[in-house]
């Protein structure tokens, strides 16, 4: 099982749900998206007043496995984990955690551009990669 190092706490809101009451697909999407910003921003990778066409990240594919609904209320935080480090890309692991329950989601996601080497050491020296 994978050791995530870094969580960033997300609100389900309202909004989020679908007409079967729990958070729709496409949040999921929005949640991680938002945990690996925070995560590039705590290691320094990127800043709230950076334009990320500067950084040029494409997110290029993406897998995800739902294993429980999250309902409105539910605390959640989004775990994220630099599985691996490539020339051109990046693989991210990523879960959604019911803080209550520990229910979870999994993800992968990779990425087909070029690592800076200030990003590469910097989360290698985070994730003891």
């Known amino acids: 099982m994978t050791t995530y190092k870094f969580f960033h706490p997300v609100e389900v809101r309202y909004g989020?749900?679908?007409?079967?009451g729990h958070v729709n697909n496409s949040k999921h999407l929005t949640y991680f998206e938002q945990a690996r910003i925070a995560y590039m921003i705590e290691l320094g990778l990127f800043t709230k007043d950076q334009s990320f066409m500067e950084i040029g990240v494409i997110l290029a594919d993406v897998h995800i496995v739902y294993l429980a609904p999250v309902y409105f209320g539910e605390h959640i935080?989004?775990?994220v984990h630099a599985l691996k480090l490539g020339n051109k890309s990046m693989t991210w692991m990523q879960n959604i955690v019911d803080a209550k329950t520990g229910k979870t989601y999994d993800y992968k996601?990779?990425?087909t551009v070029n690592i800076p080497h200030d990003w590469r050491e910097k989360i290698k020296a985070f994730e003891g990669l």
């Open 109 to 111: 996601g990779e990425k």
């Open 16 to 20: 989020d749900l679908d007409p079967q």
């Open 77 to 79: 935080k989004v775990g």
